[in-house]
Each structure stands twice: as C-alpha cells, then as structure tokens.
C-alpha cells in the first residue's frame, strides 16, 4: 500500500520505536475491505512518501490495522517504520487494479500496489532490520534444520495448526488453498485459518531467527502455480525441505510408490501448456489418467467389464489402463478418452508400453521378431491371441500405437 505523510508525525514514530498511527480525513473502505481480503496472516507493508517532498518512497512500515472510525475518518496503526537510504521512484510501484505504474503526479491519499523484485528486496531488507535477505535464509533451510525446528517448537503448536501442516503435507503436490488449509484446522472461514498458519510460519522464522518475510505463511510455504484456485484463494505449496522434515520425525509417513507416481503426474500435468487453463476438476482428471487411476480406471473397468482386454484376467489389483496412443501426443481430450486406453494384466502391459506386442485394427495380437512364440508362452500368452473386442472408436487410438513402434509404415 503506498500514501503520502507528513514528515513530523513519521519522525516522532521513528522516536517511538518505529510505532505509529496517523488519521486520514477521508474514510480508507476500500483499503480496508482489500486488506480484509487478503490471505495475509499479518501486517501488510506501507510505502510512505513525504508530502513535503513527494520524492517516492522514502519510508517504509508495516500496517497493522486500518480502523474506519465514525464520521468518515481513517486511524491506519503502523509498525517497524524504517527510513530507507534512497528513496525508490514512485514509477517503480504498480497499481493492483490494472498493472500501470504510479504516476509522478498521483494525488489520491493511497493506493493499493506491487513493486518490482529489485526494490521489493530493498523494501523487505530494510523492515528486516538487518542486511540479510530473509527469502533467502528461509530458502536455505535443509530438512535437517527443518527437523530440528519441529522437536523444539513442537510443544508449541496447537491441535489444529498441526492438522493443517500434516494434511498439507500429504496433498498432492503438498499444494492446497488457505480454504482447505481451514478445513483441516476445523476452521469455517480462510480467514481464521490464515491466522493460524501464519502464526505456526512465525514460530519456524523465530526459531530460524529469520526477520522480514512478507507474509509469515512464507516460511513453511511458498504460493503455487498457479497462485489462485478456481475460487480466488491462494495456493500454497509446502516448502520440500519441510515435507521431508516432517517424514524424518515421523508425524508424516513417508508415502508409497503410488503416491510418488501421482505426485510426478501432477507435475507433468502442471508443466504442460495444454493444461494451463484447465479447471482444478479436469487437472486431477489428467493426473489421474497419466497413471492409470481415478474416473480413467473407472471407465476402462467399465468398458472391459473388469477383465484384462486380452487375457480376461479378472484380478483387479494387477489390471491397468493403459493409453495406445501414448500420452505426450495426444490433446487432452484424447487423454481422457476411455476408447484411448486398454485395460491389460501387468505383464500384458509391459510388452504393449514397451512396443514389444500392437494390435490390428480387428484385435489380433501383433509381435516384434525379437520376442519368439516360447517366450510368448512362458507368459501364458499365445501368438494367437486377440482383444476381446474393438469397438470403432479404439481403431484410430491402436493404429497410432502401431505407428509409433514400427507395426506399419
């Protein structure tokens, strides 16, 4: 947030220990409606100008609250006001509302913004207090320090801030939104959740000794990508250092190897273009699909009547869905298409993802020269065989396959 104030008020602030409020005439709603938006589980950085010299930001402090008071008037209470050495262009601030800078000549008593990396490092230097880059000791943490944190502020950390830290830990991606942070913590609202979390993140940059982080929550998370849910609230992602931590003392069981594979999938799914804009439904759709789970799986068995689409076997532990048409060449219709996939015993599936055996367009079995009849047979599957049945919309997906390792021209 940037305003502009008089020079002796801020002086006498700076004799106070950097503490202070100052009153506006005029009423601050909408600041306050925006800072009460915000997923912020503290004080929110003020940039000050001088109104008797309008140079930029010369000051910097973090609000503490913004009180609308009767009559039309605004108190803003503030906290750890510092004088920065040199004082950043207003240019370098950006309105929130349309991404323009400030103008030069701007007038209104404030304004919601953001501020380029280069002087947001300038600015959270210098509340820190110290020369030290505050995200880049909490970005140095190892598990190991993260681990020792835990024994020591265990003690200190309630019920529900550590249901949240453990369900964080084990979403997928370790990402979630501060709404389903405060389901975890029995929380109604996001808002007593964010509070929550960020005071469990100023126990951790306590103990770290780590000053200066723009939000608390920063210190055990970092905000995802995207940053936002489909409903507007932030995601957060469990910093990795932390997730092990939380394995090594044993609060969080290590996952299982399905776990990994979900975990890759996401991350796959996450870094692909096509999936970018898609909504958080259809992105665990894909996830799911990429290895064979979830509603993909569902629709294979129901296709294929729970049984292997070559075999017949029907144990359900060792069929998979398997894609034809392999999933980096299709569009994500086609990833999600069950005509796409075949469900196949695991051994079946090694030989058809390795290209080692294709299927014509009427089902038959089709097989590489290397891998002779009596190994075929060893496996209990004859060079004879044919998929149960093909329906028209798999023969596109099993002459992709064919194409890609060679089956035809």
Known sequence: MYTIVNRPLLEAAIESGGEGVFTEGRPWASAHRHLASLELSEPFPLLIGDAATTAGVEWVAMIETIELVEGGSTHVHFSSLVKLGEAIPITALRKTSDGLPISENYIRPYVPCTI??????????????????????????????????????????????????????????????????????????????????????????????????????????????PERDELGHWVWVLRAPLVEALYLVGWVPRPAYGCYLANAAAIEVADDPQCADVTATVRQALVDARIGQGAYRSKLLEVWRGRCSLTGCSIAQVLIASHAKPWSQCDNRERLDEFNGLLLAAHVDKLFDAGLIAFADNGHMLTKECVDAEAFAVLGIPTNAKLRFVQPQHIPYLKAHRMLYGFEP
């Open 116 to 225: 380029s990396g280069e002087f947001e490092r300038v600015v959270l230097t210098a509340l820190a207090g110290t020369d030290e880059d505050p995200y880049a000791a909490i970005d140095s943490k190892t598990a190991e320090d993260f681990a020792e944190a835990l024994r020591a502020i265990g003690p200190k950390i309630t019920t529900a801030q550590k249901a949240m830290l453990i369900g964080h830990a084990k979403a997928t991606l370790h990402a979630l939104s501060m709404l389903s942070l405060a389901e975890l913590g029995g929380y109604a609202k996001f808002q007593s959740a964010n509070m929550q979390y960020g005071a469990l993140g100023r126990k951790f940059s306590d103990h770290f000794d780590i000053h200066g982080l723009n939000q608390q929550t920063q210190a055990i998370a970092k905000l995802g990508k």
